[in-house]
């Protein structure tokens, strides 16, 4: 079993930065991919960024290509999502999750953390 706690969200104005943390629980945080999804208001939640476990291997979404970057510490259980440049339709509440090696399963999710950016 993993908990996950994100924090970090807040409220910033446009071409602002904030970074969002997810804070694991458990000793087998270095086994899971992670990832960071985000919903929108009226959108249904999609993936934003995935790291593999190791933190050798990242992903991201074109719309937040050059602006996000996620990582991650093993020795902190801590996965990151540094966000620059951030613009108005980046508002959304943003979650962690853990999940499978090959990365395309999520087996854990956090509370998520409210993101808003003022234009």
């Known amino acids: 079993q993993v908990q996950l706690v994100e924090s970090g969200g807040g409220l910033v104005q446009a071409g602002g930065f904030l970074r969002l943390f997810c804070v694991a629980s458990g000793r087998t945080f270095s086994s899971y991919a992670m990832a960071w999804f985000r919903q929108r208001p009226g959108k249904d939640r999609e993936s934003v960024a995935t790291?593999?476990?190791?933190?050798?291997?990242?992903h991201s979404v074109d719309s937040v290509k050059g602006r996000f970057i996620i990582s991650r510490d093993n020795t902190k259980n801590t996965v990151y999502l540094q966000m620059n440049s951030l613009k108005p339709e980046d508002t959304a509440v943003y979650y962690c999750?853990?999940?499978?090696?090959?990365?395309?399963?999520?087996?854990?999710w956090g509370q998520g953390t409210q993101v808003t950016v003022s234009s």
């Open positions: 999750a853990a999940g499978s090696v090959t990365v395309d399963k999520w087996y854990y």
């Open positions: 790291i593999t476990w190791n933190g050798d291997t990242t």
